[in-house]
């Protein structure tokens, strides 16, 4: 069975897009940490980073940088951190999360927006890359 980010990738879902490529699919998560939380996924569904192929892990992992200065251009935070987890979707994936405190890591508290909301933050990310 297709994990949710195959039927991302597929366009069977929707997304806040933000960045894709033939091999790549940056897209806002829709339960962020805080504003700009953006998740970096293959296209390719594997389950876990380190299954991928080393040319595939090591685009991610650039198309993942790109994405992130990106992020650290649209919105105001001390600096963008990395997090790769994979328990909450069998989909390789990486987490890129605008931080002002370690809170914003954990995972605990969520923000909130609108769809509206959203799309602009993705299109204002989108337009930094």
Known sequence: ???????????????????????????????????????????????????????????????????AIAIEKTIPCKRVGVSVIGLEVPHAHVHLIPLHTMEDYRFTTKATFTKEEFEAIAEEIHSNL
């Open 1 to 67: 069975m297709s994990s949710i980010f195959t039927k991302i990738v597929n366009g069977e879902i929707p997304c806040y897009k933000i960045a894709e490529t033939d091999e790549f699919l940056a897209f806002l998560d829709v339960n962020p940490n805080t504003k700009g939380h953006t998740l970096c996924i293959p296209k390719m569904e594997v389950d876990k980073i380190f299954d991928l192929d080393e040319t595939t892990y090591n685009g991610l992992m650039s198309f993942s940088r790109t994405v």
